[in-house]
């Protein structure tokens, strides 16, 4: 009974903001509804707390990049992915065409040219793009406990303008990072990005990881804990962009934003917490989202460097 009137509360602090921009690179996008606002908390005891828009459906974007970094080191293997992507911030923006000097691995698998690449390596070796497009909704379905959809045209918005991307990709397949035929990964790679979600889903996601990869709700165990290890020393250290340290100073959460204003946050052991606002800072992170974050750190203690 208390945390929703706290969620209500700060929800209400939070509203008069009405800086930052929608983000227009994607024409689909921008016909988003930009006063759309709410907060989940889900627990790793399958307790569930919302306030705001927690059902509406907006696209995950790069929100997707932790769960299918999950996936593809669940399905290869620790070793095969670290030799194709880096686990070093890069401090740069997420479309940032930048690649290590000597061996064009991406930096980290929060970046675009990161997430291409892990994107290519969900699901076993040798499946087609539909296959693997199948096993990534099957498993972000199974982070949040429904099945998701591809919203068709934020998807062919996206394709239509994803010169950028395909650059990355075109990079990535110079250096033998990629194996296969850019344009098909980018479009695997933007479908990803074009899954529809309420800010409940991705609390539930972020809850999954909060709680040793299993899910709290349906109880299944989607990817082993050694996994989400590594997914949230990734979050936490480059989960912001080039925001991310700023984020790991004063927030202290390992967290995760997307260009459709979404925003993940994952506490090991207590709880996930998802927010969404459309408007975004100069970084790409969703403006009312960060001081949610803001206040839901200070407020209840939830730094991680902070003994509570
Ligand atoms: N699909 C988007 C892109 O590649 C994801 C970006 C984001 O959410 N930051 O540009």
């Avoid at 099957?138 to 099945?147: E, H, K, P, T």
């Avoid at 959460?253 to 975004?280: D, H, N, T, Y």
């Amino acid at each position: 009974p208390l945390i929703p009137d706290y969620l209500h509360e700060v929800l209400a602090a939070v509203a008069p903001k009405t800086s930052g921009e929608i983000a227009s690179y994607i024409p689909e996008l921008a016909t988003a509804d930009p006063e759309r606002l709410g907060a989940v908390f889900a627990t790793v005891d399958g307790e569930v707390y919302g306030a705001g828009d927690v059902d509406v459906e907006f696209i995950i974007q790069s929100i997707s990049k932790p769960f299918v970094y999950a996936l593809a080191l669940s399905d290869r293997g620790f070793g095969p992915l670290l030799d194709k992507v880096g686990v070093e911030p890069s401090g740069e923006a997420f479309n940032e065409i930048s690649l290590e000097r000597d061996t064009g691995r991406p930096r980290n698998p929060m970046i675009n040219a990161g997430a291409i690449t892990a994107h290519s390596l969900a699901g076993p070796e040798g499946l087609r793009a539909e296959e693997r497009m199948e096993r990534i909704v099957q498993g972000l379905s199974a982070f949040a406990g429904r099945r998701l959809e591809v919203d068709a045209r934020v998807c062919a918005s996206e394709m239509e303008n994803a010169h950028r991307n395909l650059a990355i990709a075109h990079m990535l397949r110079n250096y033998g990072i990629l194996s296969e035929d850019p344009r098909g990964v980018v479009d695997g790679y933007i479908r990803q990005c074009a899954l529809l979600v309420s800010t409940r889903d991705l609390a539930m996601m972020a809850a999954t990881l909060a709680n040793r990869g299993v899910n709290p709700l349906s109880n299944e165990q989607v990817v082993d804990q050694a996994v989400v290890r590594q997914v949230l020393s990734v979050m936490a250290t480059c989960g912001m962009y080039d925001a991310a340290g700023d984020w790991a100073t004063q927030i202290g959460i390992p967290a995760k934003s997307g260009v459709a204003g979404g925003l993940i946050g994952a506490l090991p052991g207590q709880l996930g917490i998802a927010s969404f606002s459309p408007r975004l800072d100069a970084h790409g992170n969703s403006v009312r989202g960060v001081s949610l974050f803001e206040r839901f750190s200070s407020d209840m203690g939830l730094h991680v460097m902070e003994v509570p």
